[in-house]
């Protein structure tokens, strides 16, 4: 791993994470950056907060709404299309999945008229947001990940294939942080929506929904972390022989004790073909190691 933190705390949780683009047809690949009376503050981040310039986005008028949810339909495959067929067959359920946007809007007015990934006024906590978390700004082999410790959130930036340090490109005390909240409506439910005591806020999207789920639950205590000596020796057999059959270039496990007591073991292997992109293997284990099933609460 590229960053770890000082002796003095340990590491509980640490996800992929970006600002999140809008889903709604009148703001679909859009976000925009806003002080509380709604007003763009793009300029502003530009001039004072130093961020490059990015791109202008405009809310789409009717009939390009009606296009894009075309092609948005299009775009997503063929089992998009033929579960669009049979819904208007009057078939129940969707045969080949669902498409990857679930959810009802929340929050229409942030959600379907306008997409806001920042919400902050001059001197709050949210306008201290790094730049690179902005997939638009940033190098298209750049990463940004968030990294929970006991006393921190840590923002992290890396380059895809670098063995070099992560930069370290902002960090917040926990007790800034006010509500971790998920908000269904997005690409495959991964966005969620940190607010501060100020109430300034940034919107971001994780690697994947459990990703999301998890750092939520890690932030909120409900769950907690262990390191591999923690384990008992049946819980370490089980695991290395997870490790074993896993990927040479797989990241290191990390361990998080659910509710229940059982132990989710997840390790990250980059994606084929996607560079920055991980597929996520896990196994959940009892306390002597051998496999278990999730328990009311704990997912």
């Given at each position: ?261 059982i132990v989710q073991v997840c390790c ?32």
């Amino acid at each position: 791993m590229d960053w770890y933190p000082g002796g003095d705390e340990t590491l509980q949780y640490r996800t992929g994470v970006h600002f999140a683009a809008g889903v709604a047809p009148r703001v679909a690949g859009a976000r925009w950056f806003r002080d509380t009376g709604r007003r763009d503050i793009q300029r502003e981040l530009q001039e004072q907060a130093g961020w490059p310039e990015g791109p202008e986005f405009t809310v789409r008028p009717a009939g390009e709404r009606a296009a894009r949810r075309t092609g948005r339909v299009l775009g997503v495959g063929i089992p998009a299309v033929l579960n669009v067929v049979a819904n208007a067959l009057g078939g129940g359920g969707s045969p080949f999945g669902s498409p990857s946007v679930r959810g009802r809007p929340d929050e229409p007015e942030n959600e379907v008229d306008d997409f806001p990934v920042l919400w902050a006024d001059p001197g709050t906590v949210a306008r201290g947001a790094p730049w690179q978390l902005d997939p638009s700004r940033r190098p298209d082999t750049y990463r940004t990940h968030v990294a929970l410790t006991e006393r921190r959130l840590v923002f992290l930036g890396t380059t895809v294939g670098s063995i070099d340090p992560a930069d370290v490109l902002w960090e917040v005390p926990r007790d800034t942080v006010a509500e971790l909240r998920r908000m269904p409506y997005s690409e495959g439910e991964s966005d969620v929506r940190l607010t501060f005591t100020d109430s300034s806020w940034i919107r971001l999207t994780a690697m994947n929904p459990d990703d999301a789920a998890l750092l939520i639950r890690h932030l909120q205590g409900a769950v907690g972390s262990l390191q591999k000596s923690d384990l008992t020796e049946g819980q370490r057999i089980r695991v290395d022989r997870f490790v074993r059959d896993l990927p040479k270039n797989a990241e290191p496990p990390t361990f998080t004790v659910l509710p229940s007591g059982i132990v989710q073991v997840c390790c990250e292997v980059p994606a084929k073909g996607a560079p920055g992109l991980y597929d996520t293997h896990a196994i959940l284990m009892d306390s002597a190691g051998a496999p278990a099933q999730p328990r009311p609460g704990d997912l």
